[in-house]
């Protein structure tokens, strides 16, 4: 891999021209040699050092948020497929944690400044319910809860094939070196339970209720994955698909405990586009029963 590519990946708040200024000011070593080309190719083995680089101020973004619950003290937001959560190599400014400064302007020194007031993640192409926490005791609260499994969370999924009925996937994920991909391994802990909704008339597509009980890296893309069923659209784990542009993966159904010990459950309907490709292939989706 290239040199300036693998260190935007380690570091993905800098932008990548930063790093390959730093390179090319001879301020990264490989094995201890000094390279100031960007194009140096990296391997697995070496040992890759460079100095702390100053990272951007995060900047306010000005985008439409649907918010699906708020109070004083967080905000459930409905995020749309395409939209990245927090900034990484080659897009700093227009993700939900910079729309998110716009709107909530507190959360600035909430957390992470560049992931202000965030708990946890959504891929980029998946859609559905993110909570975000407006200020610091909130935030370590709501951390507690999805560390030990107080927070529900379930996920629509249509997967290719038709697998069992109802299925608990307890399998270890691990990270594949170099890639931005995960693999069931000797890593960390990982469970993933669903059910069979609905299959296509000619059983090639089948809609799934996915429900999180762990929140490893791509751990829904990749558990279903391993059991022969990969999502939909997704070429990362399966392949590209020509019914949609994006995997078909969508965070509907959140759960859990206020600061004030009540309960919220909130939902989010599927997307027009997700909705489309079930038209499409003669799955009828109903929101009530699922």
């Known amino acids: 891999m290239r040199l300036d590519k693998f260190l935007a990946q380690k570091h993905k708040e800098v932008s990548r021209g930063k790093i390959q200024k730093a ?26 050092k460079m100095p702390e680089i100053k990272k951007e101020d995060l900047k306010p973004f000005d985008f439409e948020l649907k918010v699906v619950f708020e109070n004083r003290d967080l905000a459930v937001i409905d995020k749309p497929a395409g939209l990245v959560v927090h900034p990484g190599a080659g897009n700093l400014d227009e993700t939900l944690a910079n729309a ?5 302007p507190e959360i600035k020194s909430v957390g992470d400044p560049h992931r202000p007031g965030i708990v946890h993640r959504l891929d980029e192409d998946t859609s559905g319910l993110i909570v975000v926490a407006r200020n610091q005791q909130v935030l370590e609260y709501l951390k507690n809860l999805f560390q030990t499994r107080n927070v529900e969370k379930e996920y629509l999924a249509l997967v290719h094939g038709v697998p069992k009925m109802y299925e608990v996937i307890n399998a270890p994920l691990e990270k594949v070196p170099l890639k931005h991909k995960m693999r069931v391994g000797s890593g960390k802990e990982a469970v993933t339970e669903y059910n069979l909704l609905a299959s296509d008339p000619s059983r090639q597509f089948s809609l799934l209720r996915v429900k999180l009980h762990t929140g490893r890296t791509h751990q829904i893309r990749a558990h279903l994955a391993h059991v022969g069923h990969p999502i939909v659209g ?17 965070a509907y159904r959140l759960k859990f405990k206020l600061l004030d010990g009540s309960v919220i459950e909130l939902f989010s309907e599927l997307p027009q586009d997700l909705r489309q490709v079930l038209d499409n292939i003669g799955i009828k989706y109903d929101s009530a029963n699922t």
């Open 234 to 250: 997704d070429a990362v784990y399966g392949k590209k698909s020509e019914l949609i542009d994006r995997q078909f993966l969508h």
């Open 23 to 48: 390179i090319k000011d001879g301020l990264v070593s490989v094995n201890d040699r000094k390279v100031m080309e960007p194009d140096f190719q990296v391997e697995a083995d070496d040992m890759v």
């Open 100 to 104: 998110l400064l716009s709107k909530y």
